[in-house]
């Protein structure tokens, strides 16, 4: 077959599961649309949310979804606030901060702040929190979120420092995200698994149900302080897990849910046409898509092609980036050449990119030493369509795939026991700009780096602690620029969020992928 011809072909399949995609979804719609629609019952005060995914802890330290983020977002809060639309930090449980020297920065923290529970937030809670989880043996899911700090020491009620293990210039950033404040007397006394199952904090929302993994409801904190987050105008949040799309989306026909995210293109251009009953919010995120591979060969596959620039070359070569994101993604999505986020500070993109080319990931496979290929088992968690759609281009190349889908948290925990030849993952950074927050998390050797390169750990270790913006950017574009070359990994596309919502609820996307319920309201 001509190359022209296989080309034709792929994007034949690509554009097949996209009209399936369709096709279900209008059988879906029309058939519950049959049944007439029940209008949102907003007069409860209650609005009615659907999570895809299962939060494996609502403990915000010990899980690393975007659910998780979501509801970190609602139930706690940070010592440092970053507006999404300006990205201007603000203060939230601190007033204001300076660097004291190159590793110590110094909070005033704000008066007055309360627990749900009742409990002051003082300076014993920032100090017990960080000196929690800056400790590995702690085991925070996310280390790299939470492992440059060193230490926090009290200098009085409301003053407290916070030392970091290097110079760490990104500390504002990642203070202002998933670094969260808890109550240090609560904490010490039921830990992890039990702020898991009734978390206590001092954000816009508290947590009054807990069904692990399936039902959150969260009510409006009425004595929530004056944070730049806002104050909360709906009463109560119901959240439950619904894994499947298309019961997600005949619920919301049923008036059954109010909101849902993170649906497909297709389904979510056919809810926009009916324009009369729903709102169909498109939004950039900084979520990319990406194959790992297990280049540096921990997995037990034997003989592990991957270990073969040649073969991770071939597979970058093997798969049409602009025809996925044409096809599948739609909407604010594009096609990604690096390992990060376009945005985030040092997110360089002047490196190596591979063309779609299936002749020459052929060509490569053959001088790999692999003329007829290879089989592998293939891993996702999420977006079965996009990651069967890599497979075929894959299995067009010569690489025939296993393809296996797994829970979030087990193919997570299969990676961190080096365990994974191929995935197909996403990340989305903990919604920090900083390119520290997605390079660094996976190629400086913690227990994801699939490549344990020497000069790329080098690289960030420099880029990650340098007081010099420039030098920060050129040695976070000398190791993205070797990730390239080597093809550890082969970045395909940024992600964009879909959300629809009945028309009594007004919300507005921000494009950090951050669900934020203080900024919606019942129209």
């Known amino acids: ?75 706690w809060d940070g010592l440092i606030y970053r507006d999404p639309e300006t990205n201007e930090y603000k203060g939230n449980l601190a007033t204001s901060w300076e660097w004291i020297d190159d590793k110590t920065l110094e909070f005033k923290l704000r008066e007055g702040v309360k627990f749900h529970d009742g409990s002051d937030f003082t300076a014993d ?35 407290v420092r916070i030392t970091t293990k290097d110079v760490f210039p990104a ?25 898991g199952l009734k978390p206590v904090g001092t954000g816009p929302y508290k947590v009054v149900s807990v069904e692990p993994g399936q039902h959150f409801v969260l009510e409006k904190y009425e004595d929530y302080h004056d944070s730049p987050k806002g104050q909360p105008s709906i009463e109560k949040i119901d959240i439950r ?23 497909p293109a297709d389904q979510a251009e056919k809810m926009a046409s009916m324009d ?49 994101v044409d096809n599948l993604l739609k909407g604010k999505s594009k096609v990604v050449s690096t390992a990060c986020f376009p945005s985030q500070f040092g997110c360089a993109q002047d490196v190596t990119s591979y063309e779609y080319d299936p002749e020459k990931a052929r060509a490569l496979l053959a001088e790999a030493g692999y003329p007829d290929g290879f089989t592998t088992d ?14 075929s281009y894959l299995n067009a190349a010569g690489i025939q795939t296993n393809f296996k889908l797994l829970q979030y948290s ?22 920090i700009n900083d390119a520290s927050a997605m390079v660094s998390q996976f190629f400086k050797h913690g227990s994801l780096d699939d490549a344990q390169d020497d000069q790329v750990l080098e690289y960030l270790t420099v880029a990650d602690s340098s007081t010099d913006p420039e ?46 319920f203080t900024d919606m309201t019942w129209n």
Do not use: C
């Open 1 to 75: 077959m001509k190359t022209g011809d296989r080309s034709a072909l792929r994007q034949g399949e690509v554009q097949m599961k996209a009209t399936f995609l369709k096709s279900t979804a209008l059988a879906m719609v029309l058939a519950v649309g049959a049944g007439g629609v029940a209008l949102a019952d907003k007069a409860s005060g209650t609005l009615n949310v659907a999570f895809t995914k299962e939060l494996e802890n609502v403990d915000s330290f010990f899980n690393s979804s975007r659910e998780g983020v979501v509801m970190q977002r609602a139930v």
């Open 125 to 159: 809670d920032v100090v017990a929190t960080v000196n929690f989880v800056a400790k590995e043996e702690s085991g925070v899911k996310t280390q790299r979120n939470v492992n440059w700090m060193e230490s926090a020491e009290k200098i009085d009620d409301y003053t």
């Open 171 to 195: 500390a504002i950033e990642f203070l202002s995200g998933p670094v969260s404040m808890y109550p240090s007397d609560y904490y010490e006394e039921v830990g992890p698994s039990g702020m």
């Open 241 to 263: 897990t619904i894994p499947d799309v298309n019961t997600q989306l005949a619920e919301l026909f049923s008036g059954s849910l109010d909101l849902i995210w993170q649906v």
């Open 276 to 324: 009369d009953r729903f709102t169909v919010s498109n939004e950039s995120t900084m979520r990319v898509g990406y194959l790992s591979m297990d280049a540096a060969g921990r997995s037990s596959m034997d003989p592990n092609p991957f270990t073969d620039v040649k073969v991770r070359q071939a597979v970058n070569h093997a798969i049409d980036r602009q025809a996925l």
């Open 378 to 391: 293939f891993y996702a968690y999420r977006d079965r369509e996009y990651a069967e759609a890599v497979s």
């Open 410 to 431: 087990a193919l997570r925990e299969l990676n961190m026991k080096g365990e994974v030849p191929l995935a197909f993952l996403t990340w989305g950074s903990y919604s």
């Open 471 to 516: 030098e920060r950017k050129e040695f976070y574009r000398k190791a993205l620029q070797r990730i390239a070359d080597q093809a550890y990994w082969a970045p395909m596309f940024s992600y964009n969020t879909n959300y629809v919502m009945t028309k009594e609820v007004a919300y507005t996307p921000t494009a950090d992928e951050v669900l934020r």
